[in-house]
């Protein structure tokens, strides 16, 4: 199971820490618009996705 993570009260979970076949297939058929950007100690996290919509869409096996 992949561990989300929670920043500021937003959970999330990273693209990029994402077992490789969940990986292409969100890259391949989520809507760009759902992918969020995170500052977190001056890092920018291009590539997560809220939890809820991460569940609700099955991705998680």
């Known amino acids: 199971m992949t561990q ?3 920043y500021k ?3 999330f979970v990273r693209i ?3 077992p490789k076949e ?3 297939i969100i890259n391949a058929v989520f809507p760009k618009e759902k992918i969020i950007k995170i500052l ?3 890092v920018v996290l ?3 996705i809220q939890y809820q919509d991460w569940l609700k ?3 998680q096996r």
Do not use: F, M, W
Request: with cysteine; aromatic share 4%.
């Open 22 to 24: 969940q990986n292409e």
């Open 40 to 42: 977190r100690n001056e």
């Open 16 to 18: 990029s820490n994402l």
């Open 9 to 11: 009260g937003i959970e």
């Open 4 to 6: 989300k993570e929670i």
């Open 46 to 48: 291009r590539d997560c």
């Open 57 to 59: 869409n099955n991705y």
